[in-house]
């Protein structure tokens, strides 16, 4: 084992707020520690209360809907796979639960003559923690308070933890670097440290090093908790929901502020039954029940908490390629620098600046780094200056590379979004175990070099990210040469679950330059003049590159500042698709950040994305941020959770959030009523931001009346009729509105306006760039 992940002193993950921007993240920025408190630490009680309910709901949903329950694999999971220490586990597991058997006294009385036993049985607070756990054991906790259940599991678990340890100084072997005590925090029922809601954890284990378990004693931090416990007082079928529905709502907490995870576990004890989970990028696994009031049931409860003392880092959902380097104070993270286990390069951060906030997804990770090692420790008076950004992902692996069967599955639904938690997970295939993750055409590091290739060093220099080093992460104690990816963290699925769970490969590269979050603009006009400057980078990059971004959002698009001033970097290419590899036959994938989806996307409609979907993801942009504000100096709105760009990120399903976008869109009286009269009047320059708004919703749907040039087809709705009904003074872009059709009256044929704009798509998408041209020279005369 290498060290356990500590965090850095003062080093502060970002865990995003209830509000601020709906559950959508930053991405890097050279910033300190101690950032701006977000817009969520001032939002009103009662908002508060509303999101945290919804929260609830959502979690409740998403465990419906990603729990995969009774996988046999999941205690296997957690047994290492060197073989000396695993039969080390079977022993251990066979002794305990023995010695288990034989004080509850339902095991074979000779067992009671063994040495081993009476050893253990001497030892005053081993037998002192299983006596305070038989109440569970026995199930005569059955119906009792939850409160009343917290002491004896945690009895058990330290009773367990004990007599492995028992077991090891026989050998020597308790100090010992693979092996790691686990025991649950003393402090029960509380609300852990660095969350971003006021929930309590039921219970929590923590990991330790061998020689200091003092851990245990502190209260719950969600920085350095292992796994977290959810318990019930019964195993009926509604406790069992609400506690894997709780569960849900924790591990987003694990995720975000340990940038070492790569998956969680999770542990729900309803009653007498327990159950292991093994949290990835787009499932949750239970175990089958484990009835602590049988033989069986016990004994497959120990083997899993000695597998999770001995078993490897990675097997607990650790990254061995993270580390502390706590002389220096910062993270040390290797690199990859090709595709093989062996070539890596050790980059240094003290700044998490995008955490993987989200349960489900691709849990993208940024660090502000640098390549230099720091010659003494880094503090405020040594600050670390970055020359690099690191993003640590787990990218889909190539569809093109999918089986007759899993190509079936995949054109069927086929879902690949940053916004997973609101997204059906999506069947695809999985690749044999001597697959070439060079060969994964939807890596971003291939994607970025293509680009790099096509443009070479000038054009668009410093508008898109440059590759400086990167590939697949390998985990060091992994025994074969296979990159990390969806079989290291739940290899054991039979095959039908294989094909309804993404296959994900792990991903880190460092680019440059370094940005700084959208949010971090200074007006209205450094705004537009980022947002420009990106989508002029979208337009060169499609048209020169046959490269459709796919997924522009907030998050996306960086503001860099240099001599030359303010100017935007276009980034995150995991959504991107490479049009020469991609057949004009197949069915579009689902993608991008959910309030900033076209409507397209939302609907899954069976026809080729263009550069028009990205165009109007820029529209909701724009809204977004017209509504909300454009960075943290403006005012909270005190009618933030009634607005109705709220139902953007918020609907029972993404059918529902699209219809909502299309009646938002179908007039211009709708778009203004609904969104552009709005935007927040605390935000300076919100008039010329609105505009801008409108003018792009024009350009996009209704050109011929509104927008700068007529000659532009645009997507507006084509007429084939002799008369149009004179009380339409309003074009139902749409088809929302019921037109009675008869034999005697005109007929009206209605075309959807995300196909027309198909044909005109490039010749739409240079207009909007230059709406966006005329509007940043605008905003600079009225700031002169």
């Known amino acids: 084992m290498t060290s356990l992940y500590v965090p850095p002193e003062n080093f502060s993950p970002k865990v995003e707020g209830l509000v601020d921007l709906k559950g959508t993240v930053f991405k890097p920025r050279a910033m300190k520690a101690d950032h701006k408190k977000k817009r969520s630490q001032t939002t009103p009680a009662s908002t508060t209360k509303d999101i945290n309910e919804e929260r609830k709901k959502e979690m409740a949903d998403q465990a419906k809907k990603r729990l995969v329950r009774n996988v046999s694999c999941v205690v296997d999971q957690a047994q290492p796979t060197d073989e000396d220490k695993l039969k080390l586990v079977r022993k251990l597991t066979q002794k305990i639960s023995q010695h288990i058997e034989a004080v509850i006294g339902k095991g074979d009385e000779k067992l009671s003559r063994s040495s081993t036993i009476e050893e253990a049985a001497n030892n005053k607070e081993i037998a002192e923690h ?115 529905a709780q569960l849900f709502g924790y591990v987003r907490h694990l995720y975000a502020c340990q940038p070492d995870r790569r998956f969680v576990w999770g542990l729900v004890c309803c009653g007498s039954v327990a159950n292991a989970c093994i949290f990835t990028n787009y499932c949750a696994y239970a175990s089958p029940n484990m009835d602590v009031t049988t033989p069986n049931g016990r004994e497959e409860f120990v083997r899993l908490l000695v597998g999770w003392s001995l078993c490897d880092l990675r097997q607990l959902g650790r990254d061995e390629t993270v580390s502390s380097n706590l002389q220096l104070n910062c993270l040390e993270i290797n690199v990859p620098t090709s595709n093989s286990k062996s070539g890596y390069k050790a980059y240094y951060s003290n700044n998490v600046v995008v955490s993987a906030d989200r349960l489900f997804g691709r849990h993208n990770r940024c660090f502000a780094a640098t390549d230099i090692k720091p010659e003494k420790r880094v503090s405020d008076d040594n600050p670390m200056v970055y020359n690099a950004v690191i993003k640590d992902t787990w990218a889909m692996f190539s569809n093109e590379q999918a089986s007759s069967k899993g190509k079936a599955n995949i054109d069927r639904d086929d879902d690949d979004s940053d916004d997973q938690s609101a997204l059906p997970a999506s069947a695809a295939p999985w690749p044999p175990t001597d697959f070439e993750p060079a060969k994964n055409a939807r890596c ?22 440059e590759i400086v080093a990167g590939g697949c992460v390998y985990q060091p104690s992994s025994p074969n040469n296979m990159p990390d990816c969806t079989r290291e963290t739940i290899g054991g699925l039979d095959l039908d679950q294989q094909f309804t769970t993404p296959f994900c490969l792990h991903i880190r590269y460092a680019m440059s330059p370094v940005g700084e979050p959208l949010e971090t603009v200074r007006s209205v006009r450094e705004l537009l003049i980022v947002l420009r400057d990106a989508m002029e980078c979208h337009f060169a990059i499609f048209t020169k590159c046959g490269i459709l971004h796919r997924d522009i959002s907030n998050n996306n698009i960086l503001v860099v500042r240099d001599d030359n001033g303010v100017h935007g970097l276009l980034i995150d290419f995991d959504c991107a698709i490479d049009s020469s590899l991609v057949g004009s036959n197949r069915r579009p994938e689902r993608t991008g950040t959910l309030p900033f989806m076209s409507v397209a996307n939302l609907e899954n409609l069976p026809f080729e994305r263009t550069m028009l979907d990205d165009w109007e993801s820029l529209l909701y942009l724009v809204c977004w941020l017209g509504s909300y504000g454009i960075n943290d100096t403006v005012p909270p709105r005190d009618d933030a959770y009634s607005l109705q760009i709220r139902r953007w990120s918020v609907g029972h399903d993404v059918l529902d959030i699209a219809l909502t976008k299309r009646l938002h869109l179908n007039t211009m009286s709708n778009f203004s009523e609904f969104i552009a009269d709005n935007f927040n009047t605390s935000q300076p320059g919100h008039t010329l931001l609105k505009r801008v708004a409108v003018v792009l919703h024009s350009t996009l749907f209704i050109d011929q009346k509104i927008g700068l040039d007529a000659n532009c087809k645009g997507s507006m709705i084509i007429d084939k009729l002799d008369t149009i009904p004179e009380d339409e003074d309003e074009d139902d872009i749409f088809s929302l509105r019921d037109i009675a059709i008869s034999n005697n009256q005109a007929s009206r044929k209605r075309i959807d306006p995300f196909v027309e704009r198909m044909v005109h798509a490039k ?13 940043v020279e605008i905003a600079k005369k009225l700031d002169s």
Not at 181 to 190: G, L, S
Not at 449 to 461: L, Q, T, V, W
């Open 444 to 465: 971003e590091v291939m994607i970025l070099k293509k680009i790099r290739k096509i443009f070479g060093s000038e054009f668009m220099k410093g508008r898109y990210p």
């Open 763 to 775: 010749e739409i998408s240079a207009q909007l760039l230059k709406v966006m041209e005329k509007y």
């Open 130 to 244: 299983l006596e305070k756990a038989m109440p569970w054991l026995d199930g005569s906790l059955e119906h009792t308070l939850e409160k009343h259940m917290y002491p004896r599991i945690s009895a058990l678990l330290i009773a367990v933890s004990k007599m492995v340890q028992h077991e090891l100084d026989k050998d020597n072997a308790s100090s010992a670097d693979w092996y790691r005590p686990i025991f649950p925090h003393e402090k029960t029922d509380t609300k852990p440290t660095y969350a971003d809601d006021a929930n309590r954890i039921d219970m929590g284990l923590v990991d330790c090093p061998a020689d200091d378990t003092t851990a245990a004693q502190a209260m719950p931090n969600y920085r350095t908790l292992f796994i977290v416990i959810e318990v019930k007082r019964t195993s009926s079928k509604a406790d069992t929901e609400e506690a894997y």
